[in-house]
């Protein structure tokens, strides 16, 4: 049995050939049973199958158990490998569908195409597969499946060589240690080799114990001789006989093949005694580790190996001089051991041919988190960051806004999206402050608090610290602290100067690397995201809506004018709609317009679709503001007494009508200068009627009129003097962005090419231009949907260019669906370069554009490419490619104004430079939502009511009660899973016909349906 | 030796040395907490990070060696900040309640913060208390002032040998636990308090000294221990005349290098006990009356007068005390010489070590230890036998432990009892009580027959071998086992890996040398030494370790009636003619009686002077002893308690404790160190050579002595091996004996080049194996023996006037073997009686398997006077009786 020779270890794999090759003239069913597979149910197939072979009688079929391929996205998984080659994989498996496969695919010849999985697709085939190649190839627990595909053979070869050849290889190759801190394996291996002793040791650190970090373990599971093998060489190299492997006892399945593999090597000879007959003597033993983080340091490891207490000392000495038992010791990763069988089998210049400048190879990444495709991945050192998380993974599931990657656990950091086009690389990575640790990838969404990320971390350091150094032991518990004040809203302003000191002196000064790293997810995301910090610590707000402090429901804190949703819901739910309008209305001045276009971020941090939907709140609130109309019920919070400091608004917009409103409830007098001849700025001259009908949009403005707000219409504001010296006090710019990007080509001044906002503004006015037949229109924002479909309904076939793909369209994605619907092309990918024409645009030359590098909002930015243009025939051009504030006069006025047009202000308290002067709403912002604008208006009521009052201005806004009322209690009926009611919509082919609403509003009972289905978050706060 | 620079100045150091003490050593103060020279470095308080050109991120200097041509900067701002930062979280992690802690002004981490001025903490403190540990008698923990530097926990792994403290937890729960997280007394600590002393801060305090003062009202003494002979440097801390607490001194010259046991540093409060005897008392009329030491001086000298005029010059008797200092008793041995001129004079050595001094004599030429006391850090392997080290010599035994748990010490024990030490011995011979000599002989026997003596030290330097080859050729293995009750594996075992290390030592007690054949056992154990060439070199040697803390100086004195001071025979005429010169008197120059003359056989003295001994108490067959020294017509006792013994005299002189006096002590190995007054007498109690000074003086012999410096001048001149001690070369620390001229180094190492017999060859002396005196029988079926405990000396008469160590060890507890308790229907707790042919004790049971079955043990160092039952038959050679054995009769009584 014992292979005792090079010739011996060529015989068996012959004879090993020789089975296979009779084993493939068999259908193989191979099921995936990594740790992951067994607990999504992959038992429960195999059985299946089993079951299958033994009542249909397969018996040309031969069932396997591999370990897994690393698809976590697609568990459980099964390949069926034909003879002739064909490889087909399933996944999501179960039971039932097992049959369909047995009985169509076994039986019948056939891939059941829809529960097979297309492999050429970039999870894939941009994969580079090395250490994991045999991962789900071969049976884990037969050393002859390993020896089948060359196993053992770089053992043989590597003892025929010198150690110092060996060494040479290896330090050739570039190899950097797999384990986190890239040391150059072969620099280590020689130092040990250099060390004058009597014993010498090699280690393998098998203590993954990152958060979310699992390829040791899969590794293990797959291929357990990679690492034994290269184990050996590495004990031939050095002059080590024994090795030990330093595995977490939570790994029984890594643990119990583990010990097969072992047993097996030891069984053929290829560990023990006199080696392949080289003299060489190599055991290994494992020892399981009992759980403790701290022991993946290497000298804590080297302690808990000789039984002592886990901590770690300092070094020098390294192990690779003084190590276990005192003895010259080399500690490597199972990730670089496993790479050592394939640099000596297949050289190092091989080995090297792929990866980065600085890292050579592959490198296994754990995906996990907020992402499409979770899933291990073995990909070349150098790929970009954003090719890993967009293109393998298929980036944020959900529709959500990515965020950041977390890399390297807790001893790393968070990488943003701005720099997703860094390779990665041990270099680049430090150069953000970043590790790559064991190769944890955690992707985080725009659901994820940064404050929150740093503090979960160092809870985890925390509570793995082994204690003994005093920066680890008392400074992430000082750390938390602050975090934790910061979270519940406590923090102070000299909390990030104190936050920093404070890291900083436990990165410096802390014994070992957990303690030296512990600090870095806090510093990294202090350093990428620290506008989070600052709006937990001045404004009291967790943007992403986790610090639970800090809101009453989720739903609230993401709904700029903080709405009491689920108190409005409750009281639809009861049918008390007229109360639930009254809640609305404490702090929404215009829900009829909201309800109808009001971009509901709400709905996105709904709890509601943890369980299947969320919750359709904006079409609740529309019913309730309709049924407010319907009945004649005329409602606005009770105003405080009447003030005599008169306050100027300049613009009639959302944030305009948003600080009056706010203004007047306290009592001010409040008058509203209005440009055109008609009140409502952008929601009367740039939202299209179908979306929002504007006699509804009068009707509300009226109701204001009611509270004591003039408003002036025509009267432009050139001179800020004049307002204060007719004996305003304070004045409030909310001049919107009425201005268009020009996009710079020849033909643009050809008549027929219109600019987006003048288009709308046209038409709103009730002077549509003469569109023609063929109309295209430029951009992908929501302005340039509206103008696509406005032109639809002007009867053009219509065309929108956008120079991106259509996901990274900024406009609201049910908006492009409807445009889609009603017939609009899009050319996506495309960008005008020449607008011709004689008298008027005749056509439009587009030009392809291909995609490159990340942008920092995650989406490729395209270039040109060249020698693709094309012609499109178009009797109106609309170019809607940006808003832009008109503040050309302002600026003469000592307020300061960006380059762009926008007013500069305060972020918090919207002041500009000019006392008394305050802006917001899309003049600060540029084009944003009507919500957003109403909210930087009431912010900036809030800063003026300061200000008038001689207080100073509060970065944090505590808007007052103005009426308390009664919500019902929540249901304490179990909520079942329930679709959202859906909403009714025109007919997209009649719809164009005419200006229309789209959107039918729910009936009553549709409302108290879906007002039902809040889960009442509010409870209990 | 290379050069470094640090802060720009260069500093010489040997290379490898520790990078913090090099730049202590230059003046150079590093902030730290968690070193401490003598424990292994740890480098966790990170207080001491450095910047060393070279290496990457900050050093810390206690874990770095230095290296040629290194650059160090010790502080800049960024470091200074760090520490700051680092210092600030510190003392947010616990309450430091500095205003009434025991360490306020001896406390490191509070000079830290002064030193970088920190008043304001910016951040919040833990205000989570956690509980006192105050279980134990002598050691308050306090985890709220802890700083988890892990000193204790080092000092009792690495100083104490234990590891009772270790670390728990993890992260901020991380603490210093004890035991298994139990109170400290539930666990097997044995109050050495290495720990206290190694605590930067007041989280490991003294209980006793709790408020009893602070640091800066202190006077700090080092003095000698007056305890054990293993001659422990400490240090007295008094405040006003009261002894407040002790420190293990750390220089470099203690040879304790800051150890200490628990009498050592807590079993000192008997010099302040209220019990303490304060004035001269003279008994009237059966009870005791207080006295001026005029009166009471001269009564005793008229009544010494009137028994020698009447009864004759040898009928006066004297026993002297190895407490007493060097000083005292040379001038005790010259009162007894010069105004009695007779040799009466013994220690209680002729109870306990007599055999040795006379083996060890006739086999090298001096009765001492051939090597230091300490075992040398070359020794590979270590003999102790009949010798409960971790009781007799514990801060020794804490040393060899950790040397055993380190793998650099091969423990080979000899013991019939299951002892602490036993469980880290390599190899355990358990012989029945009084069989030394056979299983001695059978592992000569092996050595000869396996051909692994050194035949050259043996052909060199010794003589006697064939006599010794012929005798121990009967000791076969097997033989030995039947007579022992060792299996003969071991005893093969035994002798083969003592003849195999290079360098073994021999460390022995009294379970060698208290048995009618002591002597004989003892040269069997000086034969194995020389057969197998360990002997005149580091790490060898033949050492027996005495009980008390001057046996040297007392044995060296010549309080014994057949030497004078220097081990020269009285009745050498030079010797005696030197003497009556320097004395002025005229001397007896016969023999004169043992301890064992004195007081086993009536009417052999009249009048007995005792200083500072309690025989009443220590002695075999008490009966007996009681009944010849009642009947003496008078007796004097100097001491410092009221002891049995006081009891009996007519007079009584109260006498100084060490702490109260000047003077030297000669350790079991030769050192002779200085002992330092810290307080004042008691009372209107005198030093011991105030007193027999004063005696002398009434009975016509000058002694006119100022301070004891001027006793040690004329010892000095008078003996030999003392030539070259004084004072003034005291005070730079201690000297090994002989030391015959002022520029003489001391002799550490006995017999390098040859011996002090006539031939200058040592001498083998085989002996037969001899059953002891009374074996059990069917009436007294068990073996009955006796030893020591840590926690009390001399018969427990100061020890249980401490509160620690009484507190600790109240009681003397008979151990019976679980199989012998289960027949005789014992419990713990219960009682028996104890009953030899001559007489009977009470004693409480504990059931243990430290004692083999058909054995029982005891302590003695309560009221229970366990001597009542001891045997008195004596060493033909020696005198000294079978103290260790003897037949009794076990009853329980319901």
Sequence with gaps: ?1021 | MVTITVDGKKLEAPAGANLLDVCRENGIDIPHLCHKKGLSPVGVCRLCLVKVTGMRGLAPACCTQVKEDMEVVTEDEEIHELRRTNLEMLLSEHEHNCLTCESNGNCELEDLVYRFGIDTVRFPANKEKMPLDDSSLSIIRDPNKCVLCGRCVRACREIAGRSILEFSGRGPRVAVIAGLNEPLDQTACTSCGACIQACPTGALTEKQARFQGRNWEFHKVRTTCAHCAGGCQLELWTKGNQLVKVYGVEAEDAINKGHACVKGRFGMDFVNSPERLTDPLIKRNGRFEKADWTEALALVAGRFTEIKEKYGSDSLGAVASPKNTTEECYLLQKFVRACWQNNNIDWCVRFCHSPTAVALTRAFGAGANTNPINVDEQTELLMVIGLNLAHNYPVGADRIRRRVQADQLDLLFVDPRKLEMTSYADLWLRPQPGSELAWINAMMHVIIHENLYDEAFVRNRTEGFEELKRVVTEYPPERAEEITGIPREKIIEGARRYARAERAAIMYGMGVTQHINGTANVSGLCNLAMLTGNLGREGVGVNPVAKQTNSGGCGDMGNVPNLFPGARPVTNMDANKMFEQAWGKELAAESGKTLSDMLLIPDNVQGLYIVGANPLRSSPNLNLIQQVVAEMEFVVVQDIFMTKTAEMADVILPAATFAEKDGSFTNGARLVQRVRQAVAPVGNSLPDWQIISRLSEQMGLTADYRHPSEIMDEIASLVPPYGGISYQRLENGPICLPCPDPDHPGTPILWKEKFNTPSGKGQFYPAEYSPPAEMPDTEYPFIFTTGKAIWHMHTGAYTQRSKVLSGLAPLDILQVNPADGEKLDLRDDSRVRVISRRGEITLPVILTDCVEQGTVYTTFYSDVPVNLVTIDALDPVAKVPELKMCAVRVEKIS
């Design chain 1, 1 to 1021: 049995m014992a292979i005792e020779s090079l010739p011996d270890l060529e015989a068996w794999q012959k004879r090993v050939n020789e089975e296979k090759t009779a084993l493939a003239e068999n259908i193989r069913v191979v099921v995936h049973q990594g740790t992951c597979g067994i607990a999504s149910g992959a038992g429960q197939i195999l059985k299946a199958f089993q079951d299958a072979r033994k009542t249909r009688w397969l018996k040309s079929v031969v069932i396997q158990e591999h370990s897994c391929i690393g698809c976590c996205y697609l568990e459980p998984y099964a390949s069926i490998i034909e003879p002739e080659g064909r490889s087909t994989l399933y996944a999501y498996l179960t039971p039932e569908k097992v049959n369909d496969i047995v009985e169509k695919h076994l039986l019948g010849g056939q891939v059941v195409a829809e529960y097979a999985v297309d492999t050429d697709t970039p999870f894939f085939n941009r994969q580079e597969k090395r250490i994991t190649e045999l991962l789900g190839q071969i049976d884990p627990f037969k050393i002859e499946d390993y020896i089948f595909h060359d196993g053992y053979q770089a053992l043989a070869k590597s003892l025929r060589m010198d150690q110092e050849a060996v060494l040479a290889e290896i330090k050739d190759s570039g190899l950097r240690g797999r384990g986190g801190a890239g040391f150059p394996t072969g620099v280590k291996w020689t130092f040990a080799f250099q060390a004058e002793a009597d014993q010498k040791y090699m280690v393998c650190n098998a203590d993954e114990g990152d958060p979310g970090a699992y390829m040791n373990r899969a590794e293990l599971e797959g291929n357990p001789h990679a690492l034994l093998e290269g184990m050996a060489i590495g004990g031939y190299a050095i002059g080590a006989n024994k090795g030990y492997i330093y595995i977490r006892a939570e790994y029984p399945l890594a643990v119990e093949t583990l010990e097969n593999a072992i047993a097996q090597a030891k069984e053929f000879g290829l560990l023990g005694q006199n080696i392949l007959g080289s003299g060489l003597d190599f055991d290994i033993e494992l020892f399981l580790g009992s759980g403790a983080f701290v022991c993946g340091e290497e000298t804590a490891l080297l302690a808990s190996l000789e039984q002592k207490r886990g901590t770690p000392r300092p070094r020098p000495p390294f192990p690779a001089h003084k190590g276990l038992f005192e003895k010259p010791t080399v500690l490597n990763n199972v990730g670089t051991l496993s790479n050592i069988p394939l640099i000596m089998r297949k050289g190092a210049e091989w080995w090297a041919a792929i990866g980065s400048e600085s890292t050579r190879g592959t490198k296994v990444f754990s995906l996990t988190g907020q992402i499409a495709r979770p899933g291990l991945i073995e990909v070349p050192m150098g790929i970009s960051l954003g090719e890993v998380v967009f293109d393998i993974g298929g980036g944020v599931p959900g529709g959500k806004q990515f965020k950041a990657v977390q890399l390297g656990g807790p001893s790393g950091g968070c990488v943003p999206a701005r720099h997703l086009n860094m390779p990665i690389d041990y270099e680049s990575l430090k150069e953000i402050g970043c590790i790559m640790g064991s190769g944890a990838m955690v992707i985080l969404d725009e659901d994820a608090c940064m404050v929150d990320t740093a503090k979960f971390f160092l809870e985890f350091d925390r509570d793995e610290s082994c204690g003994q150094c005093l920066p680890c032991r008392r400074g992430l518990p000082l750390m938390i602290d602050m975090l934790e004040r910061i979270t519940r809203g406590e923090g102070k302003s000299t909390d990030l100067e104190d936050l920093e000191n404070l890291a900083t002196t436990v990165q410096k000064t802390a014994l070992c690397a957990l303690g030296q790293t512990a600090a870095s997810p806090t510093l990294s995301t202090m350093r990428h995201f620290r506008d989070e910090y600052e709006a937990h610590i001045i404004q009291k707000h967790c943007p992403a809506g986790v610090c639970a402090a800090l809101f009453e429901t989720r739903c609230r804190n993401a709904c700029p004018l903080h709405q009491d949703i689920p108190g409005y819901m409750a009281l639809a739910r009861a049918g008390r709609f007229e109360e639930a309008y009254r809640v609305i209305k404490q702090t929404n001045p215009l829900p009829l317009v909201l309800g109808r276009v009001c971009h509901h971020p709400c709905e996105q941090k709904c709890e509601r679709q943890m369980l299947d939907e969320p919750l359709s709140i904006r079409e609740v609130k529309r019913f309730i503001a309709d049924y407010a109309y319907q009945q004649g019920i005329e409602y606005h919070p009770p105003q405080k007494d009447p003030r005599p400091e008169a306050v100027a608004i300049v613009g009639s917009g959302p944030a305009g009508l948003g600080a009056a409103y706010d203004l007047a409830l306290e009592g001010f007098p409040v008058t509203v200068y209005e440009a055109l001849p008609v009140a409502g700025g952008m929601m009367a001259v740039g939202i299209p009627e179908y979306r929002l009908p504007m006699n509804i949009l009068q009707y509300e403005i009226e109701q204001l009129k009611k509270m004591g707000i003039k408003i002036q219409l025509d009267s432009p504001i050139d001179n800020l003097e004049q307002l204060f010296e007719n004996g305003c006090q304070a004045v409030f710019l909310g001049v919107g962005a009425h201005g268009e990007r020009n996009m710079g080509i020849p033909g643009e001044e050809l008549p027929g090419v219109y600019q987006g906002t003048e288009f709308l503004r046209q038409f709103q006015s009730g002077r549509p231009p003469a569109v023609g037949q063929k109309v295209v229109v430029v951009g992908g924002g929501n302005s340039a949907v509206d103008c696509a479909r406005v032109a639809r309904r002007l009867g053009a076939t219509v065309r929108l260019v956008y120079r991106r793909e259509k996901r990274d369209m900024p406009a609201i994605e049910e908006e492009i669906a409807a445009a889609e619907a009603e017939g609009i092309v899009l050319d996506c990918l495309s960008q005008p370069v020449t607008i011709e024409g004689q008298e008027r645009v005749e056509k439009l030359v587009c030009r392809k554009m291909a995609l490159g590098e990340f942008d920092a909002s995650c989406r490729r930015r395209p270039s040109i490419l060249e020698g693709t243009d094309y012609t499109l025939e178009a009797y109106t051009v609309i170019e809607s490619i940006g808003q832009v504030p008109r503040t050309e006069t302002l600026a003469q006025s000592g307020v300061q104004v960006e380059k762009n047009g926008r007013l500069r202000v305060d972020p918090y308290t919207l002041e500009t430079d000019r006392a008394g002067v305050f802006g917001g709403g899309d003049a600060v912002t540029g084009p944003r939502t009507v919500a957003e604008a109403v909210a930087a208006g009431q912010r900036a009521a809030f800063s003026i009511r300061q200000y008038l009052d001689r207080e100073p201005i509060s970065p944090v806004m505590a808007r007052p009660d103005f009426e308390k009322y009664q919500i019902p209690l929540a249901s304490e009926e179990e909520p079942q899973g329930k679709a959202r009611v859906p909403v009714k919509e025109s007919d997209p082919q009649n719809r164009i016909n005419g200006f229309e609403e789209i959107l039918h509003a729910y009936s009553q009972d549709e409302a108290r349906q879906e007002a039902d289905r809040c889960l009442r978050c509010d409870t209990g706060r």
